[in-house]
């Protein structure tokens, strides 16, 4: 892939976008222009499919990063007299549980490692001890370490036992199966410049068309009003306030070539060669993973730093950006840690060559592994 002299982005967003991506910003679009409209149609018709939403879903796009949809989604679906369940195992567990405090929706949390992922007998139990909960707020998989939740068999105990869930697919859609024929998932959201490899700037909310149109009125905020933005969209076919209109183009290009490449399968089969060849060529060069293989989902990968005494994120992110690749800090509460990223516009030669520098970076910094 041409990549011209731009570093490459091994983070979880944003990430190395094509060239036909950022070609595709190059022009100025109208907010209330038709051909740009029907882009918008285009890409959530879309955006349904590639999780088999078929007629029963809707997508609704919010303007913002991904946390912004989250927070539209949490707010507009879920009602006053509800009670949310969240397993908490990594850092966008824990910003789910903020957004759910600050608008003042009951929850209730439940404390896991940030290497364990739930499980559905957990998730049971906790509907068993707590009869209050109505829904279920999950990540599907939880960036901060990498690790994935069983989504389909968490899926299936909430249809099983009628609760609403709510899923957060941000660093997940595109690249791994999610299947909304299977039943049990609500509503799921996702954003512009993640597996999709868009730019940034644009969330969404796939959901059950039934639930969206029962939950009119129900916002606790006037800008992240999902109804709102879906009943406006309905009527006039434009966004209710600026759309991100270039990242909405850039979106129809990645979505394009997500196609042209093979959809999901193709993209997470992508990802996970990325993965495994990250995975042991790092720990040919001394490096272990924080996750044990079967926990580990293909987006990033978040190692053990280096015991040495003089170990400093900074100075090794530096001695890697010369090079060309942008790493990322780690994102746990204990422990030092930094991520490798597996997802973006890239091939496995920048895994191979990304190595390569932090085995280069290691030895220039005179750190032992
Ligand atoms: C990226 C991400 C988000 C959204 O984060 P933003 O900084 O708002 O883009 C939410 N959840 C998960 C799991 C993510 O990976």
């Known amino acids: 892939m041409i990549l011209g002299n731009d570093p490459v982005l091994l983070t979880p967003g944003p990430l190395t976008t094509s060239p036909a991506t950022r070609q595709a910003m190059l022009r100025d679009w109208g907010s209330w222009d038709a051909a740009f409209n029907r882009i918008t149609q285009s890409v959530c018709a879309d955006l349904v499919d590639i999780v088999h939403g078929g007629q029963a879903y809707v997508c609704v796009p919010m303007q913002g990063s991904g946390t912004f949809a989250v927070e539209a989604a949490l707010g507009s679906l879920v009602p006053a007299d509800a009670c949310v369940l969240v397993a908490n195992n990594g850092a966008y567990c824990e910003r789910m549980l903020r957004i759910l405090e600050r608008l003042g929706i009951a929850h209730v949390a439940l404390p896991l490692a940030e290497d364990q992922p739930v499980s559905a007998d957990m998730i049971e139990a906790a509907f068993a001890r707590e009869a209050r909960i109505t829904h279920v707020g999950l990540v599907h998989l939880e960036t901060s370490a990498g690790l994935l939740n069983p989504l389909d068999q968490i899926a299936a105990v909430c249809l099983r036992q009628g609760k609403r869930l709510i899923v957060d697919a941000m660093s997940s859609f595109g690249a791994l199966p999610i299947d909304l024929r299977l039943g049990g998932i609500d509503a799921l959201v996702s954003a512009s410049g993640k597996c999709l490899e868009g730019v940034p700037g644009l969330g969404f909310v796939i959901v059950r068309r039934a639930l969206l149109e029962a939950s009119g009125g129900r916002a606790r905020s006037l800008a992240l009003d999902l109804y709102d933005q879906y009943q406006y969209m309905r009527e006039t076919t434009r966004w209710r306030f600026t759309p991100p209109t270039h990242v909405v183009a850039a979106l129809r290009a990645a979505l394009d070539q997500f196609q042209a490449e ?47 005494p003089a170990w400093q994120f900074d100075a090794f992110y530096q001695a890697v950006r010369a090079e060309g690749y942008v790493l990322y800090p780690g994102k746990l509460t204990r422990g030092e840690t930094f991520r490798v990223g597996c997802i973006g516009a890239i091939d496995v030669n920048e895994i191979h060559n990304v190595v390569a520098a932090i085995g280069r970076a290691i030895d220039s910094l005179g750190w032992r592994v």
């Open 262 to 308: 093979g959809g999901q399968p193709a993209r997470g089969a992508r990802y996970e060669q990325h993965c495994a060849v990250l995975v042991r060529e790092m720990r040919r060069l001394g490096f272990v993973p924080f996750l044990p293989p079967e926990h580990q989902a293909p987006a990033i990968v978040t190692f053990h730093a280096p015991r040495d």
